[in-house]
Nanobody
Framework: QVQLVESGGGLVQAGGSLRLSCVASGSIFGINAMGWYRQAPGMQREFVAAITSGGSTNYADSVKGRFTISRDNAKNTAYLQMNSLKPEDTAVYYC??????????????????WGQGTQVTVSS
């Protein structure tokens, strides 16, 4: 089993910064891409940023120039540095990871995992 846990969310004023962390744990053999998604009340979940195991990144147009995704492969951790935050950034932010797993009685598997989400609220 694999668990992804996000942290770092909270309340911040417009123009401020916040750094989110996502730690993957469990029977992890390896991690391919990791990413961040967000979902505002009454809205669809949307893509925010992603990073491959080699460090290649992709960003949604709405966050380019403001957000930076990074990862520490040794710690199975992804980060999202959010600067110049706007009220429209308010949402629950979810971590996503493409992970190879290996448990005692099963072969290696590749599956997509999600964290429980962390709330980010940006006030005017």
């Amino acid at each position: 089993q694999v668990q992804l846990v996000e942290s770092g969310g909270g309340l911040v004023q417009a123009g401020g910064s916040l750094r989110l962390s996502c730690v993957a744990s469990g029977s992890i053999f390896g991690i391919n891409a990791m990413g961040w998604y967000r979902q505002a009340p009454g809205m669809q979940r949307e893509f925010v940023a992603a990073i491959t195991s080699g460090g290649s990144t992709n960003y949604a147009d709405s966050v380019k120039g403001r957000f930076t995704i990074s990862r520490d492969n040794a710690k199975n951790t992804a980060y999202l540095q959010m600067n110049s935050l706007k009220p429209e950034d308010t949402a629950v932010y979810y971590c996503n990871a493409d992970i190879y797993t290996r448990v005692t009685d099963s072969p290696i598997r590749r599956s997509d995992y999600w964290g429980q989400g962390t709330q980010v609220t940006v006030s005017s």
